[in-house]
């Protein structure tokens, strides 16, 4: 069984900072990309950013400048600072990432996070 477990969600004032944490835990033997989504009530699901194994990143255009995405390939942990935070940034951030699961399988899946509620008011 593979977790992950989102921390760090919170209620800011605009222009205020916060950093998320994702942590997977369990049978894991590897994760290639790990990621952050958001959603906000009544709008669809949408990728913030992810970061490659090796450390390659890409965002939304809505966080360039603003988040960093970053990992601990030790601690199979993912992170994401958002700083400049506006009213619009509001929604459930959820963290996703590709699993291998099994020793014996070569096969990576998508696991997804609860989600950790980010809010921003103005």
């Known amino acids: 069984q593979v977790q992950l477990v989102e921390s760090g969600g919170g209620l800011v004032q605009a222009g205020g900072s916060l950093r998320l944490s994702c942590a997977a835990s369990g049978s894991i033997f590897g994760i290639n990309t790990m990621a952050w989504y958001r959603q906000a009530p009544g709008k669809q699901r949408e990728l913030v950013a992810d970061?490659?194994?090796?450390?390659?990143?890409n965002y939304a255009d809505s966080a360039k400048g603003r988040f960093t995405i970053s990992r601990d390939n030790a601690k199979n942990t993912v992170y994401l600072q958002m700083n400049s935070l506006k009213p619009e940034d509001t929604a459930v951030y959820l963290c996703?990432?590709?699993?291998?699961?099994?020793?014996?399988?070569?096969?990576?899946?998508?696991?997804w996070g609860q989600g950790t509620q980010v809010t921003v008011s103005s």
């Open positions: 996703n990432a590709d699993i291998r699961s099994s020793w014996t399988s070569r096969i990576f899946q998508e696991y």
């Open positions: 970061v490659t194994s090796g450390g390659s990143t």
